[in-house]
């Protein structure tokens, strides 16, 4: 008999993902591009992050016509948005056929307190995280993939870097941690022993972690995965650069050759100016986004 | 015996877990002087259109194909693996790249989109006990030649099949913990 949307199958989907960068698109010729530069899935949205950043007001999950005409378009998966805590949206995303949801904090959060039961859907969701905890939280709710939340539309890599290193680290300290000390760390963790165990026995995050938030640069990409990521999402770092097409397909080959300097110098070479960035300090506590949805 | 793993992109790790729980040797293979070590050659779960591109522009694709032709590398490949050996893409992108070693025909994400992707117990030609097969956007053989042995199949079409020494499975046997289809594998990579 089969079986559909089990957790083995929806985490199994972002299993297939590694290695591979995912990219935001506004239209279906952006699409066009990111699939034939190699993009293993796209993310369909009506604003790249930095435009949700520039415009202000509620962001809401795309018109769904739009993410249609995407489907429509490429072969590869389609991903797509929703507020966090917003299981309406996440029903009608379903039911369209996107093949993986992102419950993300790049959208105004619909609720300020829970996340969606995403084990009630067929459908995977991606969730983001800048910790452990975190991380085990959007996963004991059902999350089939993790990233990093970085601090999206910026182009500033800086807070990925920083959340992928927070998980990393507490990954290891988990790894050398005795049976009774690990209750005390669950507790402190606010996850469920059991999830603690399954990464210590594993000695990583029980699904798949990718890096979002701010990658701009094949070197971004490098760097993130030499941290440890098993992939990239790039959100505003394509399209608002210069040169999409160039940066896509260099982004797309320094992650496979993430380890290898001399091909990173190849790709990176003429790729045009790349998106205007944003320092952290120049960001008040209202503009960080990060901070949704812990 | 050395079996690689091409590591482009897709479910790596959990094919190189699998061979060393069958205790061969298992290699990541990234370039064509790891690929020139290799016996046998797995191309993993991914995704076809990027995994396709990437062995072309770095120069995989062309020794894969010639090390097969020669007989020196059995190549075994998985969901979009199962698309890249075939001779014949349906519903591929526009000049959709492939190695074209499988005499099949391969219809792309068959059983429609991610939520309709699943799991089920399987029959596999000599095996003594159906496996759990783990079917994500997968691929469908449409259409076979008279030298491809059909493995497995689900009321939809084929889904696994070998020819030689190439084999295709439309499903991930790395994300169960059944060994038996990378232990069928292996034997035929010894039969070289």
Avoid: W
Avoid at chain 1, 118 to 134: I, M, Q, S, T
Avoid at chain 2, 164 to 179: C, I
């Amino acid at each position: 008999m089969k079986e559909q949307g089990t957790f083995r199958v929806k985490k199994g989907m972002a299993q297939m993902q590694k290695g591979g960068v995912i990219m935001d698109v506004t239209t279906d010729e952006q699409a066009r591009i990111a699939e034939k530069a190699g993009a293993v899935a796209v993310m369909a949205l009506e604003r790249v992050p930095s435009d949700i950043r520039a415009a202000g007001g509620v962001a809401r999950m795309a018109d769904p016509e739009m993410i249609m005409r995407i489907m429509d378009t490429v072969t590869i998966p389609v991903m797509a948005k929703v507020r966090i805590g917003h299981f309406a949206e996440a029903q009608i995303l379903e039911e369209l056929g996107v093949d993986y949801i992102d419950e993300s904090e790049v959208l105004t959060p619909a609720d300020e307190e829970f996340h969606i039961n995403k084990h009630l859907f067929k459908v995977p969701f991606v969730c983001g995280a800048r910790d452990l905890g975190e991380a085990l939280r959007r996963i004991s709710e059902g999350a089939a993939m993790i990233r990093t939340k970085g601090e999206p539309g910026t182009g500033n890599v800086v807070e990925a870097v920083r959340h992928m290193r927070k998980v990393m680290d507490q990954v290891r300290q988990v790894i050398s941690k005795a049976d009774d000390e690990l209750v005390v760390l669950a507790r402190d963790l606010g996850v469920s022993l059991e999830l603690l165990q399954e990464v210590r026995s594993a000695g990583r995050l029980p699904v798949v972690n990718f890096a979002a938030g701010g990658i701009a640069s094949p070197a971004d990409a490098s760097l993130m995965m030499q941290l440890g990521s098993d992939g990239i999402f790039v959100g505003s770092g394509i399209f608002k650069s210069e040169k999409p097409q160039l940066v896509a397909e260099a982004i797309v080959k320094a992650t496979l050759h993430y380890d290898d300097p001399k091909v990173l110098a190849e790709v990176s070479r003429k790729l045009g100016d790349a998106m205007p960035g944003l320092e952290m300090s120049t960001l008040t506590a209202a503009d960080r986004m990060q901070e949704r949805g812990i | 015996m050395k079996i690689g793993v091409l590591a482009v992109q897709g479910a790596v790790s959990e094919h190189i877990r699998h061979l060393e729980h069958c205790g061969v040797e298992a290699v990541s293979v990234k370039s064509r002087e790891s690929l020139n070590k290799a016996n046998g050659l797995i191309i993993p779960g991914g995704e076809s259109t990027t995994i396709g591109k990437l062995i072309e522009i770095f120069g995989l694709a062309d020794l894969i194909r010639e090390r097969n032709r020669q007989g020196s590398l059995a190549v075994f490949g998985t969901c979009a693996g199962m698309v890249l050996v075939a001779q014949n893409i349906f519903d591929g992108i526009k000049e959709q790249p492939r190695l074209g070693l499988m005499d099949i025909t391969v219809q792309r994400n068959a059983f429609g989109r991610q939520k309709e992707s699943f799991e089920t117990d399987l029959d596999f030609k000599s095996f003594n006990s159906p496996l759990t097969a783990v079917f994500i956007r997968a691929p469908i053989i449409e259409k076979a030649g008279p030298a491809v042995e059909t493995l497995a199949e689900l009321p939809e079409g084929v889904v696994a099949a070998r020819q030689g020494s190439l084999l295709a499975t439309s499903f991930h046997p790395e994300l169960t913990d059944d060994l038996r289809i990378h232990q069928f594998f292996i034997n035929i990579c010894r039969e070289l």
